[in-house]
């Protein structure tokens, strides 16, 4: 897959759809003020090991930004001594400047001008990194699974097989949906060991969907060509640390639900254990997906 | 094991199905927690729980577990005896204490 399908596969998932400067900057910014020498800006970039630094006057509005290059020129023109104010760029010559060259950092400032956090290529990628972690993909093949799961986004909008509105007071009848697709299934002739396992997982699905999120949600299936695709979604308040929920005895589950024969911390290993694919994106305060695919022929 | 044969070795009733000489258990799993349940046990497994919740019926259905007996005495609500018969799902009540009922069932040679 090339970088460009990469990232067209990112964005077809809506992953960072919710990202904005904010969420992406380092806020922890090392800035100079016009009157500082070029030297300084030098040794910051070099004990620092960044780039770029931005200049801000005292009330620390952005007034410009200085990069390595310039500072290449300042050595060369023998400079190192004199102001950044002398030789940074004016704002108005970086934003002229951004939207004409590939540059590596972007101040974040609010709209007072006060610089409140940077954007280096790094965040960005770092921010990337950060939404993966709620993208949880149990298998060696990420990427085909994070490929076939942005096509199927399209196929669940328009023609899922098989939809259950999940609407759930406590437990009272959770598993209905589960049961619903297991009939379905059934009726699709599929194997008996393939259907227990995809009813089993989206009987878990739909179960944490009761426990976790009102009760509030939706269960849909596309069974074709020998192969079964389970998605649950509900609408949050979502999975703070996904790693920890898929650890075997993990829970946050209520000592109510417990009682009930629940809420062991099983659910999402399950889930895993049984499904050939499986990809989960949530987040704290986010909605949860969970796709999980299963092939007939490992049965 | 025949499912007559777990009604007379635990002592239990039919709280919901029929025919219990014509349904046939090859393995036991006694748990009140579901996810173990889903997580380890297999198609003609019989469930033995102290739960009485709707999800013990749903549980046995995806797992095609043909049975459930129900310990400790409780009583089965009239809501799960519904979706035991509408699923098909045999479901059996004893006083015994999971431990025992295990015990009786694991001597009579009905393994895990």
């Known amino acids: 897959m090339s970088l460009e399908q990469s990232a067209e596969a990112l964005r077809y998932l809506g992953l960072f759809s919710n990202f904005d400067a904010s969420s992406v900057m380092s806020t922890a910014v090392y800035a100079l003020h016009p009157e500082d020498r070029v030297a300084a800006a030098r040794t910051l970039m070099r004990e620092k090991s960044i780039s770029g630094v931005p200049i801000v006057d005292a009330d620390f509005r952005l007034v410009g930004l200085i990069s390595v290059s310039k500072i290449i020129e300042a050595l060369a023109d023998g400079r190192l001594a004199d102001s950044v104010d002398s030789v940074h760029d004016s704002l108005e010559t970086m934003l002229a400047c951004f939207q004409r060259f590939k540059f590596g950092r972007f101040p974040v400032i609010e709209e007072d001008g006060k610089l409140i956090g940077m954007i280096a290529d790094t965040d960005v990628l770092s921010a990337i990194v950060r939404s993966f972690y709620s993208v949880y993909v149990h298998d060696q093949r990420r990427m085909m699974t994070i490929g076939s799961f942005s096509a199927l986004s399209e196929k669940f909008e328009n023609s899922a097989d098989f939809v259950y509105d999940i609407r759930c007071e406590g437990l009272e009848n959770a598993g209905e949906g589960s049961a619903g697709l297991k009939a379905f299934l059934q009726s699709k002739g599929f194997s008996e060991s393939i259907i227990r396992r995809a009813s089993v997982c989206a009987y878990e699905a739909e179960i944490n969907v009761c426990i976790h999120a009102g009760g509030r949600g939706s269960l849909r299936a596309i069974a074709r060509n020998g192969e079964i695709i389970v998605r649950v979604e509900d609408e949050g308040p979502g999975i703070e640390n996904i790693d920890l929920a898929m650890k075997e005895g993990w829970s946050t589950a209520t000592d109510a639900i417990r009682e009930k024969g629940f809420g062991a911390g099983m659910g999402l290993p399950n889930i895993r254990r049984f499904s050939d694919h499986l990809v989960i994106i949530s987040g704290k305060g986010k909605p949860t997906k969970v796709e999980m695919i299963f092939l007939a022929d490992k049965d | ?112």
């Not at chain 2, 409780?74 to 025992?100: H, W």
């Open chain 2, 1 to 112: 094991m025949k499912l007559s044969e777990v009604l007379e070795i635990t002592g239990a009733t039919c709280v919901a199905g029929e025919r219990l000489d014509s349904v046939e258990v090859t393995h036991a799993f006694a748990s009140d927690l579901m996810s173990d349940v889903l997580a380890m046990s297999g198609p003609g497994t019989l469930l033995i729980t102290g739960l009485t919740t709707p999800q013990i019926i749903r549980t046995a259905q995806m797992l095609d577990l043909p049975a459930i007996l129900v310990v400790r005495g409780k009583v089965v609500p009239q809501d799960v005896v519904d979706l035991a018969r509408a699923t098909g799902i045999v479901v059996l009540a004893t006083r015994d204490i999971m431990y025992v009922t295990s015990g009786k069932l694991y001597a009579r040679g009905l393994s895990g």
